[in-house]
């Protein structure tokens, strides 16, 4: 989910390297509650999240907790909220020692708290668990073929565009392949004056990564126990040279999209300068927020189709984790089968805007709930066609360094071949995976 | 002192004791708690930071002892040396354009007395301004299609090729526009400063100067820049270490930080990446200690330009 990767890379303004070591070093103070080996229902269980999209969740959650220990007398659920500094705040808790019982965690931490040996395996064999999540988020919870959390909830990303402008060149319907999206995007600048065909968003890997599995590439393949990059692959290279051909040959964004995050793009498209664009449903809000009178404009569509055949894209999210130092995990299982329920977990994730990560309870947003609308239901289908970035410990490696980000916006400059810079982005990866 | 004899002084002695008491041990025992303090938050972290950087470390986790290997590494990467280049560059130029203007803005603060108690609080405005909003702030700014930047150099100055221009899509641009928004959040302070400095250059040798028929431009060249030599020695060695240690700006101007492709990377920001991005503290503690290094030999040409000039 787009907030938990934001998290990840600027995660801290400045903490001193060393006030966080320090702080790395004494961590050791215990507040967890008292033992419990019968494996009864009873005693206080601490629980940690972020909070992606602000205070407005934490009430929502507060009743949560506050309903479980009401359901449960003798519990108690102490709920903490780690603002933007929970990625660094569970790597520091790791360390030291003094971990929650259960944590709603970004789905691309799970591999990497994994590794470091501080989830309890949620099931031995992830296969299990096919067909009751949806299934990118499933392969989020896997490090090493276990899987070590339960899929909370999921955000997508999909096609928003300009129903008015698609239909000033004739279109009805939202372009389904990239090339086709291209030649609307161009007919669409042809017509208007000073309008961008397609938001192009060089700034943040989220939103051309997925582009080689469109080419029918990988990302990384497993060869044995190991990950190995195919970044450096032919799928890959022409992938990420098409999207960045949209820039500087086909000129559908000014030149400086090239370090543009989502937020400039939802700007642009706000203020009605782009046509189209891919955002998630919480860029539909903020658009929708800063020009309400857009709504009746607006579309959205599955992702465009590449080469490849399919139009996968990142399942983001979050999991929920139990730790494996928890020392009342009777509760803390408990608790993580009580948030799960559909009647509890649907709430939540409506309110947040994102989407259950449960078949069952995703069937029922898409039917009657808050996905239903013709604006949201795109997301819903979006869904179905999620991957998951490779589940290995030091994937976070990759996006903290940016070399995603540096890979295209060199190609994007004119710095490096694509070639090349596939094949730098290549060995970059496998060095921190391999 | 005088021999002693017992029982003749008895009185003297004991003050004698409780002097020596006073003067060489109660001393220690006050400052003792803020020794263990200043031992505890900046003495333990040093020591710490060095202490890691000749150690291998991922994931806050400490690994086996490897000598000099983080050293070696981080000056075997091109985007370290590079950024150690780049920094020293506009470490350079801050501090360059810093006191120029200071001086400029200090000058006019000190020919306007009376509005210079007004003045001088303006002056100090940006000062007070917490540096990511700014920095957010400049951001916008110098934004391609929205900023009054560009638009005031389209409209104002007529340089047309900058409508539209992105300022943040290669490496120079962007250094540009991030030293322009850190010279202006470090202006004020020295301004002031060296306002307060040059006040006190009023005096005789001014006015004999003067009566000698010595010009403005003299007087300033020869004689009160001089005076105030001490302090523009402290408010260089201030500006270039907060120079060299400049990470907000970058941080929240550039895109990924440090981007586009490593083009405005410095010193401070690598570091933060290794630790908090890539969480490999050992390299990370190694460029930390670099820069430690670097900055502490700043110091120390400060204290020896200073010792000069008491000379």
């Known amino acids: 989910m787009r907030a938990r990767n934001i998290w990840r890379g600027r995660a801290a303004v400045a903490i001193g390297l060393v006030g966080a070591l320090a702080l790395a070093a004494c961590g050791g103070a215990k507040d967890s509650p008292s033992g419990n080996g019968s494996g009864e229902i009873k005693g206080a269980i601490d629980f940690w999240m972020g909070d992606p999209i602000g205070d407005t969740q934490q009430p929502i959650m507060q009743k949560l907790a506050n309903d479980y220990a009401a359901a449960h007398p003798g519990t108690k659920v102490n709920l903490r909220f780690l603002g933007k500094d929970a990625h660094q705040t569970y790597l520091t808790s790791i360390a030291g020692g003094s971990v929650p019982c259960v944590a709603l965690i970004g789905n691309t931490w799970t591999p990497e708290f994994a590794a470091l040996n501080a989830l309890n395996v949620y099931a031995d064999d992830p296969k299990t668990l096919r067909g009751t999540y949806v299934p990118g988020m499933i392969d989020s919870t896997i490090y090493k073929g276990k899987s070590y959390a339960v899929p909370y909830d999921t955000g997508v990303r999909a096609l928003i565009y300009r129903k008015d402008m698609l239909e000033s060149i004739g279109k009805s319907a939202a372009p389904a392949t990239w090339e086709e999206l291209r030649a609307d995007a161009l007919a669409i600048q042809a017509k208007h004056q000073g309008v961008n065909g397609f938001g192009i968003i060089g700034g943040a890997h989220w939103y051309y990564l997925p582009v080689i599995w469109n080419w029918g590439g990988e990302i990384a393949k497993q060869n044995g126990d190991k990950w190995v990059s195919e970044a450096g692959s032919p799928q890959a290279v022409q992938a990420f040279q098409f999207y960045a051909d949209l820039l500087t040959k086909d000129k559908l964004s000014p030149a400086g999209a090239s370090a543009w995050t989502g937020a400039d793009v939802d700007k642009s498209f706000g203020l009605g300068q782009t046509a189209m664009m891919i955002g998630g449903s919480w860029d539909l809000r903020t658009i929708l927020k800063q020009a309400p009178d857009l709504e009746s404009k607006l579309g959205t569509a599955v992702l465009p189709k590449g080469p490849g055949g399919n139009n996968d894209t990142f399942a983001g999210g979050s999991n929920l984790a139990v730790f494996r130092e928890c020392n009342n995990k009777p509760v803390a299982n408990d608790f993580v089968k009580f948030m799960m329920s559909k009647e509890n977990l649907v709430p939540v994730t409506s309110n947040l805007g994102l989407l259950p990560a449960t078949n069952d309870a995703l069937a029922q947003e898409k039917s009657t709930g808050s996905f239903s609308t013709p604006l949201l239901k795109a997301y819903a289908e979006q869904a179905d066609h999620t991957r998951s970035t490779p589940p290995v410990a030091n994937w976070g490696k990759v996006e903290g360094a940016n070399a995603i980000v540096n890979a295209m916006q060199s190609i994007m400059s004119g710095q490096k071949s694509a070639d090349a810079a596939m094949k730098e982005l290549s060995d970059k990866i496998n060095q921190a995976i391999g | ?311």
């Open chain 2, 1 to 311: 002192m005088s021999p002693n004899t017992s029982g003749a002084l008895p009185g003297r002695q004991s003050p004698r004791r409780h002097f020596t008491f006073e003067k060489q041990l109660l001393p220690w025992a006050f400052l003792t708690p803020l020794l263990a303090v200043v031992v505890g938050i900046v003495g333990y972290p040093v020591v710490r930071t060095i202490w890691l950087s000749f150690h291998d470390g991922e994931y806050l986790q400490n690994g086996p002892f490897i000598g000099l290997q983080n050293y070696r590494d981080i000056f075997a990467n091109p985007y370290y040396t590079a950024a150690l280049l780049r920094t020293t560059v506009f470490a350079a130029a801050v501090v360059a354009t810093t006191i120029l203007l200071s001086l400029a803005i200090a000058l006019v603060l000190d020919a306007a007395p009376r509005a210079a108690k007004v003045l001088s609080v303006i002056v100090l405005l940006p000062w007070a301004m917490p540096r990511v909003a700014s920095g957010i702030v400049w951001k916008w700014m110098f934004d391609d299609q929205y900023g009054v930047v560009n638009w005031l150099l389209v409209h104002w100055f007529g340089l047309e090729s900058f409508n539209g221009y992105s300022w943040f899509r290669t490496g120079t641009p962007a250094m540009v526009a991030i030293t322009v928004a850190v010279v202006w959040h470090s202006v004020p302070f020295v301004a002031v400063s060296l306002f307060a400095g040059l006040r006190g250059t009023h005096g005789e040798v001014v006015e004999a100067a003067r009566v000698d028929g010595a010009n403005a431009w003299q007087i300033l060249r020869r004689i009160r820049l001089p005076m105030i030599r001490p302090l523009l020695v402290v408010m260089t060695t201030i500006s270039t270490i907060w120079a060299y240690q400049s990470f907000d700006h970058f941080l929240v101007m550039t895109t990924p930080p440090g981007g586009p492709n490593h083009s405005t990377e410095v010193l401070s920001l690598l570091t933060w990446l290794e630790a908090f991005a890539q969480l490999d503290q050992g390299t990370a503690a190694a460029m930390a200690v670099v820069l430690f290094l670097m900055l502490s030999a700043v110091s120390v040409l400060y204290v020896r330009l200073n010792r000069e000039d008491v000379r």
